[in-house]
């Protein structure tokens, strides 16, 4: 037993205030047991299927509003339909990322073919250095352009279209404009969540909603165009066509449930000392960009308060961001009993002199485990309340359905270890309990959603002509 003050920083030690005599009270040293247990409660508190669905209805209030108020979220794309699936032909495709360009051609051979009817024909790969992104102007789109036709010499059937005086047709995912003197047309612009909504519904006509949960977190939605107040279509007409009922929104996911999930005091430290403060609430919590960094404040406490690491943080730990998600998968996936593989890891990465006792990694391993928990919690309330809110203003478009299918594409959600399997099953623990005639839900994977939906809008665009 050791005399100790509360630290401000341990909520749960608080309560245990001076008795008024020379010394402060005695107590028990607080323990990684102690601060795990804490750290489990905070963590999981909210993650019993009853606890979901009342924060899948809260949100689910939230989506509503903010049809129809908000200039931030659901906001309507220029997409209307989803595709037919008879759609064919071979389609110039563009996605650019914070730090890749990458251009394919993307083979679209109709929903019913025996083949693999959307399939990436070619893709070349491109970083964008500090040296591309210092060039000014007209200068990027020549850069772009350049790569588009080193890729599309090296293709016969591209080869073709440029001997021809009809433009190969393109779809780029993300929006910004395109000029060059390459023989090419561009027929459609997506963002990444819609994009993913069209690659996957081109595959399943039961598609009507996709998610994208890698290091940011967004999805979109096919809602009647009459769900959406006037205002949210902007300077640009209100359709109005009999034949346009419904159109791709841009849902923005990650600004939602600021009101609806609790949050722990990690999460607190993490939103105050972002550059973006409460802008993102749900992408701060569930996330793959922001797991780590959650992870690592745990540890910075406990390495302050129950010795963790004998009590000295090691210095690469001590720097913000520099746990990531890559490293909790690897954790979290370690079966050896004595977690041996991650103690090695842990000590390699962080530069660690010594490396975590067998008893701190399974502190280090729990901790990753409550945290992986919430997020998989959280995002299934999400796409619950999602799929509710598509049955509630949707209901005559679903009825001959038996299930909704949700296009999954970001690297959480399609390769941490477990991660979509334990969502499908809240879902459909929670599709459940709702009753009430629910359809069922299935997460599918929507890989390489971005230059294949590119490549179906594009060809959308050409039929329409």
């Known amino acids: 037993m050791i005399v100790i003050h509360p630290p401000a920083d341990f909520p749960h030690l608080r309560s245990l205030r001076s008795t ?6 005695p107590i028990h040293e607080p323990t990684m047991d102690i601060l795990l247990k804490e750290v489990q409660r905070l963590f999981e508190q909210q993650l019993k299927i009853e606890s979901l669905l009342t924060l899948s209805k809260k949100l689910q209030v939230e989506l509503k509003e903010r049809l129809q108020s908000s200039s931030q979220c659901m906001l309507p794309s220029h997409n209307y339909e989803l595709p037919t699936g008879k759609e064919h032909g071979t389609y110039l495709a563009l996605e650019v990322g914070g730090s890749t360009l990458r251009v394919t051609l993307v083979d679209l051979s109709r929903r019913n073919c025996s083949r693999q009817h959307l399939r990436i024909r070619r893709i070349v790969t491109s970083t964008i250095d500090n040296n591309v992104r210092d060039l000014r102007g007209v200068a990027f789109f020549d850069w772009i352009a350049e790569k588009v036709g ?7 059937v591209a080869c073709d279209y440029m001997r021809l005086k009809e433009p190969l047709p393109m779809g780029i995912a993300w929006s910004f404009p395109i000029e060059s003197n390459l023989n090419i047309r561009l027929d459609a612009i997506v963002n990444d969540s819609s994009a993913a909504v069209l690659s996957r519904a081109y595959i399943d006509p039961s598609t009507r909603l996709a998610v994208i949960l890698g290091t940011g977190l967004n999805a979109a939605i096919h809602l009647p165009i009459s769900s959406l107040h006037s205002s949210k279509f902007g300077f640009r007409e209100f359709p109005t066509s009999v034949d346009t009922t419904h159109v791709l929104v841009n849902t923005e996911l990650s600004m939602f ?3 609806a999930f609790p949050i722990s005091r990690w999460d607190d430290i993490l939103n105050t000392n972002h550059m973006l403060p409460d802008f993102q609430p749900m992408e701060y919590l569930i996330a793959g960009g922001y797991l780590g960094e959650i992870v690592r404040l745990v540890l910075v406490e406990a390495t302050q308060t129950v010795a963790l690491f004998g009590g000295v943080l090691p210095f690469m730990l001590s720097k913000p961001w520099s746990l990531d998600t890559r490293t909790l998968a690897a954790i979290e996936a370690d079966a050896h009993p004595s977690l041996s ?5 842990f000590q390699k990465t962080f530069s660690m002199l ?8 399974h502190f ?3 901790v990753i485990l409550s945290v992986t928990r919430r997020s998989k919690g959280y995002f299934s309330a999400a796409v619950h309340a999602l799929s509710s809110l598509l049955h509630d203003l949707d209901y005559q478009t679903l009825k001959d359905v038996d299930h909704i299918c949700i296009g999954c594409d970001g690297s959480v959600i399609n390769k941490y270890p477990g991660y979509m399997a334990h969502c499908q099953a809240l879902l459909d623990q929670l599709v459940t309990l709702e009753n009430g005639g629910r359809k069922r839900v299935v997460l599918e994977s929507a890989g390489e959603s971005a230059v294949l939906g590119a490549g179906v809008a594009a060809a959308m665009a050409r039929t329409e002509e």
Not at 20 to 25: A, F, N, S, V
Not at 341 to 345: E, R
Not at 354 to 361: D, H, N, S, V
Request: contains cysteine; hydrophobic residues 20%; proline residues 12%.
């Open 20 to 25: 008024g005599l020379e010394d402060p009270i």
């Open 150 to 156: 080193e890729m599309l010499s090296e293709d016969r």
């Open 257 to 259: 449930g600021k009101r």
């Open 341 to 345: 593989p991650s103690c090695q890891g």
């Open 354 to 361: 010594i490396p975590p006792t067998e008893k701190e990694m």
């Open 364 to 366: 280090i391993r729990q």
